[in-house]
């Protein structure tokens, strides 16, 4: 009778097949970012970019660091919108506004906790005048004791936080009577 | 030859078959259970890390935003851990003595990587893409739990990451409140009853619960 055995063999093999199931499919032999790796001294998978490395497609060195010939550039490459600012906004409360704070005064919260020296406040007449150029540098190459972040923010959001930068200056810098009266009549109603 | 078995064997026979046909049902959902417990999840069980990091600190204490740290969750399948230096933006200033920190310090000194535990993780037959859910508008409590609350991390409640878990919101993706336009375009911006509304939901779902959305 070789139907029973058969369909006994059958169902050992399923069984068995289904135990090894998880760890054929869910632990395959590949790396995910940042697993370890015993091949490597350092025991990393994932490898450091050797000294010197250049993107293939990388941006252009002046809008990465908004340098060009030694000279911060004076006008935004990309467009200035609504879009743009909103992009800046959400980049700068993300990244910059820890120190510099969300009106960029220079008191957020990582310098009340007792980081120093403390950032200038934007309102500071020579960031009132600096180019875009300048504040896309520092957050590409760092200043001072600010750490670089050319790693963290994207070429595109150095620029719209620097636009943003320009929309706190400008803020700080209005006085109520100022405004449109659409906007006066809305802060009026706030009180 | 007397008969072995008397006519009530047959009635005994069945009962036993149904005896263990109800204890393996039990069995299995005894099993269920259990696996769904945090004895097997580990939900909620801190992982032991090489620096005791408290998110509650960093986001609910200093008001950090998440992708301060975890800078690719919105453009790569990988949230990211940041790198010794992350860290070293604010630490190579503040707490710059502390005993907890000193392997950070170390391991910007030597540029050998902290070897953090990872916390969650899921099977290699699931295809997961952070930066789609990101940028739909899921939050990332909505997976990893109330993380701005955990002063050691560890695997997140509302849950431990179980394919039912996903189809919930892959199934009904209108009934999870996101930032997402288009979804709330397909859920709410409709006049009740207008035509298209219900065949663009239904299409969007069935583009979600599609087998090689997730497998593939």
Do not use: N
């Given at each position: 009778?070789?139907?029973?055995?058969?369909?006994?063999?059958?169902?050992?093999?399923?069984?068995?097949?289904?135990?090894?199931?998880?760890?054929?499919?869910?632990?395959?032999?590949?790396?995910?970012?940042?697993?370890?790796?015993?091949?490597?001294?350092?025991?990393?998978?994932?490898?450091?970019?050797?000294?010197?490395?250049?993107?293939?497609?990388?941006?252009?060195p002046a809008l990465a660091t908004g340098i060009k010939d030694g000279r911060y550039l004076a006008a935004f490459p990309y467009p200035v919108d609504r879009a743009m600012l909103l992009r800046g906004r959400q980049r700068f409360d993300i990244y910059c506004a820890v120190c510099h704070d969300r009106t960029g005064s220079g008191d957020g919260m990582v310098i009340r906790r007792g980081f120093r020296p403390r950032p200038p406040d934007f309102t500071d007449p020579r960031l009132m005048a600096a180019p875009p150029g300048l504040f896309v540098d520092v957050i590409a190459n760092g200043?001072?004791?600010?750490?670089?972040?050319?790693?963290?923010?994207?070429?595109?959001?150095?620029?719209?936080?620097?636009?943003?930068?320009?929309?706190?200056?400008?803020?700080?810098?209005?006085?109520?009577?100022?405004?449109?009266g659409q906007d006066r009549r809305a802060l009026e109603a706030l009180k | 030859m007397a008969q072995l078995f008397p006519p009530s064997s047959n009635s005994i026979v069945k009962a036993a078959f149904a005896a263990g046909a109800l204890v393996l049902c039990l069995a299995v959902w005894v099993a269920y259970r259990v696996e769904r417990t945090t004895y097997f999840t580990k939900a909620g069980?801190?992982?032991?890390?090489?620096?005791?990091?408290?998110?509650?600190?960093?986001?609910?204490?200093?008001?950090?935003?998440?992708?301060?740290?975890?800078?690719?969750?919105?453009?790569?399948?990988?949230?990211?851990?940041?790198?010794?230096?992350?860290?070293?933006?604010?630490?190579?200033?503040?707490?710059?003595?502390?005993?907890?920190?000193?392997?950070?310090?170390?391991?910007?000194?030597?540029?050998?990587?902290?070897?953090?535990?990872?916390?969650?993780?899921?099977?290699?037959?699931?295809?997961?893409?952070?930066?789609?859910?990101?940028?739909?508008?899921?939050?990332?409590?909505?997976?990893?739990?109330?993380?701005?609350?955990?002063p050691l991390t560890w695997r997140g409640y509302p849950f431990p990451f179980h394919m039912k878990d996903c189809l919930a919101c892959h199934r009904h993706p209108e009934r999870f409140p996101r930032e997402d336009a288009e979804l709330a375009r397909l859920s709410r911006g409709f006049p009740p009853g207008e035509r298209g509304h219900a065949a663009a939901l239904a299409e969007h779902v069935r583009l979600l619960t599609d087998c090689y959305t997730c497998h593939r």
């Open positions: 009778m070789p139907c029973p055995r058969e369909a006994a063999s059958l169902v050992l093999a399923l069984a068995a097949a289904l135990c090894a199931c998880d760890r054929q499919l869910g632990h395959q032999p590949k790396f995910h970012p940042l697993d370890p790796s015993p091949f490597f001294s350092d025991g990393r998978s994932s490898r450091p970019l050797v000294a010197g490395t250049i993107p293939l497609d990388g941006p252009d200043f001072g004791r600010m750490y670089p972040y050319e790693d963290r923010v994207h070429v595109r959001d150095r620029w719209a936080i620097a636009a943003y930068i320009k929309v706190l200056q400008l803020a700080a810098a209005s006085r109520f009577q100022d405004l449109p | 069980v801190a992982c032991e890390q090489p620096v005791p990091f408290s998110h509650k600190h960093h986001v609910s204490g200093l008001g950090i935003d998440c992708r301060y740290c975890h800078v690719s969750a919105e453009d790569s399948s990988f949230a990211g851990l940041p790198p010794t230096r992350t860290c070293m933006t604010c630490h190579s200033q503040v707490w710059t003595q502390a005993q907890m920190l000193a392997a950070v310090r170390r391991s910007a000194e030597t540029g050998q990587a902290i070897a953090w535990t990872r916390v969650d993780r899921l099977p290699d037959y699931v295809y997961f893409d952070h930066s789609i859910h990101v940028r739909k508008g899921v939050a990332c409590q909505t997976c990893h739990g109330r993380v701005q609350r955990m």
